[in-house]
């Protein structure tokens, strides 16, 4: 097990002690408010704003055959409609042979009365769906909640199957008063937990069991891109481990049997010669040549399961079913995968690594976190944390250069998707584990591109106004691939919404490119019209502001006190290209000067020239830097200020003949 500090921290009311002092008494609060929790109050500069969690209790217990039993209880303060999401209630039976053996949940209202639910307001509803199965859960919402109330809620069931324990959030958006996590592991595995080090947080462990306690714990930060919820905030992280090992010997035993998997999976050298061999590889090619050609002819020919369209699971799935017919779905070979032409993203990076070492390069299986989600903990000695894999490529001497390459996410070769890269990861090799990180990408490798035309219609008083854009490498891929995933129906929508559609820009035309393919440039076609104002007969010069949903966007942060880091995405490069033509009977004058803003984050440069009928206005935007400290926060704000200034910097018409 993991060493933990242990603070000695009295319990509540409803936390019982036993001889080891683990034990937790789940069950549902008084249907009346204490003096204390009637005097609970909103006090924004106390962090309590729109409810306040007076307890929430779990106790998971693996000892339970078939499944796991789980209860859970909590009671909160609501403040603010803000905060009615508290009352949505999920019971997570998962399966047909889940039970609810106890469910309670009400509402205490100001005036006192209590609107209660019970079992028979639960709806069973679909949570996810595979091709063999289907989990689901019984939900409701409590009714009534306004600030004022109290509600209290809570079940004990059997779950219908066994899913391992996922991280546990002991931190809130709202304040927590006392939060419990007990688990009873499941007897004979080898199981650890990980806590966050927080001084109010309290483990007890008792025989095959631990109780996870913590007190009086402020709102959990909640901001735009900040560092990951689970580096910012306080958590729980149970889990079962492969062996009873801890430290590096736990992760070169990890090591050692990817690499066992790798050889079962790819088989013999002589069987991956074989595969390159009906690649009909150019035979003039060197070997990132070849690297690049078996690359490419893997994405071609196998499909990412994760990937698919709804067409291509459909389709997917009727193909499954004749091979379950024939008794043939098992896919867990390198020949199966490229017999079916489909495969999960681990076997795809598995595959591509096993034919990198056939062509003769070095190559590793590399285990990555969502740096969306969590870092890389190598003393949670899971592997659960892990979200994804790559491949590290090295040619040999005297080369030696390095290729990161993402086959299971589908980029293109020489591409990690972006939520891989700039983190720690774990690279198994014959001889052990080793960390490394893929870069990140650099700004000119993710560039955007828009390009503009705005004209003047119906005797000046609407605007025509077409836009394109274009964006490779990292920059809109998950726009491109939430499209690719869409109806026609759904995507229709989804692209007039992208290309700004509103009250103030009514568009009349959206498009996108070719989706076919997991990976390519994002395009997006817009047309439509927007209103004129300010501009009428009687006017003699004319101030026109340029901006709108067709420029790039500035990121967008305001001033005031921050709390985390900035952390961004992936670092771009963005230039916007506006022809502005004159409104009929006015004539540009003399242009704007030339405004350049260069700093350690972004660089930032707006030209503005003079076209035969009108102007041409170019504005550039560079991000730099992936991440802004919170000490840099205010200079950012003040340069972000600046650069909404240049982008209203107008465009001056004058009336043809005015002096």
């Known amino acids: ?362 190559a590793n299986l590399v285990r990555a976190v969502d740096r969306t989600q969590q870092y890389f903990k190598p003393a949670l000695c899971s592997t659960e944390q892990f979200d994804s894999f790559f491949v590290e490529v090295t040619l040999p001497s005297p080369s030696g250069k390095v290729y990161f390459l993402d086959p299971g996410d589908g980029m293109p070769f020489g591409q990690i998707a972006w939520w891989l890269t700039g983190v720690t990861s774990l690279k198994s090799t014959p001889t052990g584990a080793k960390t490394l990180g893929a870069p990140l990408s650099r700004p000119a490798q993710n560039p955007v591109k828009t390009k503009t035309e705005i004209t003047f219609i119906d005797d000046n008083e609407a605007l025509d106004v077409n836009f394109s854009r274009r964006a490779s490498g990292q920059a809109m891929l998950l726009t491109r691939r939430a499209l690719r995933n869409m109806t026609p129906k759904e995507r229709e929508k989804t692209l007039l919404e992208y290309c700004g559609n509103s009250g103030d820009y009514e568009v009349s035309s959206a498009e996108t490119g070719d989706l076919t393919a997991l990976s390519g440039d994002y395009e997006l076609k817009c047309q439509g019209e927007a209103i004129v104002t300010g501009l009428d007969e009687d006017i003699s010069t004319y101030s026109f502001r340029w901006d709108g949903v067709w420029l790039s966007a500035l990121p967008d942060f305001d001033a005031g006190e921050r709390k985390t880091a900035i952390n961004f995405h992936y670092l771009y490069s963005k230039e916007d290209e506006l022809h502005v033509v004159a409104p009929e009977g006015f004539e540009a004058t003399e242009p704007p000067a030339r405004i350049n803003y260069d700093s350690s984050v972004l660089d930032y440069q707006l030209v503005v020239s003079k076209s035969p009928d009108g102007y041409i206005v170019v504005r550039k935007l560079v991000l730099k830097v992936p991440m802004i400290k919170r000490e840099g926060y205010d200079q950012f704000v003040k340069l972000l200020v600046k650069l909404k200034q240049a982008d209203e910097t107008p465009l001056v018409f004058k009336k043809i003949g005015a002096q």
């Not at 959990?220 to 062996?243: C, F, K, Q, T, W």
């Not at 390159?276 to 994405?299: Q, T």
Request: proline residues 6%.
């Open 1 to 362: 097990m993991l060493a933990v500090l242990v603070f000695l921290v009295p319990f509540s009311a409803y936390a019982r002690h036993g001889d080891d002092g683990t034990q937790l008494d789940v069950r549902p609060g008084a249907k009346v408010m204490s003096a204390e929790e009637k005097a609970i109050t909103a006090d924004p500069e106390k962090g309590i704003e729109h409810a306040v969690i007076l307890i929430e209790q779990t106790e998971r217990d693996d000892t339970t055959s078939g499944g796991y039993r789980l209860k859970y209880h909590l009671r909160a303060k609501i403040l603010s409609s803000e905060a009615r999401s508290l009352g949505d209630i999920t019971v997570p039976i998962y399966r047909e042979t889940g039970n609810v053996r106890k469910f309670w949940a009400y509402v205490i209202k100001p005036d006192g009365s209590v609107k209660e639910i019970g079992k028979k307001g639960l709806k069973k509803q679909v949570v996810t769906e595979s091709n063999r199965s289907k989990l689901t859960a019984l939900k409701t919402a409590l009714p009534e909640i306004e600030p004022g109330c109290v509600i209290d809620y809570g079940f004990d069931i059997l779950v219908g199957i066994f899913l391992p324990p996922r991280p546990v959030a002991l931190q809130r958006s709202w304040p927590v008063r006392e939060v419990h996590y007990r688990w009873l592991p499941y007897p004979g595995w080898s199981a650890g937990y990980y806590t966050t080090k927080d001084d109010r947080v309290e483990v007890k462990r008792g025989k095959d069991k631990i109780l996870v306690s913590a007190y009086d714990l402020p709102p959990r930060p909640d901001e735009p891109n900040m560092p990951p919820v689970r580096e910012v905030g306080i958590y729980l992280y149970p889990y079962y481990a492969r062996s009873s090992k801890a430290g590096a010997a736990y992760w070169n035993e990890v090591a050692g049997s990817t690499e066992r998997t790798l050889k079962s999976f790819c088989g013999s050298k002589r069987k991956m010669d074989k595969l390159i061999a009906k690649m009909e590889m150019p035979a003039s090619a060197d070997l990132p040549g070849k690297l690049r050609y078996a690359y490419d002819w893997l994405l071609e020919k196998v499909t990412n399961k994760s990937l698919m369209t709804k067409d291509e699971r459909a389709k997917w799935k009727i193909d499954l079913e004749d091979s379950r017919k024939k008794r043939s779905e098992v896919v867990d070979s390198a020949l199966d995968v490229l017999d079916k032409g489909w495969g999960t993203p681990y076997q795809i990076s598995l595959l591509y690594t096993g034919l990198a070492r056939a062509l003769g390069a070095e």
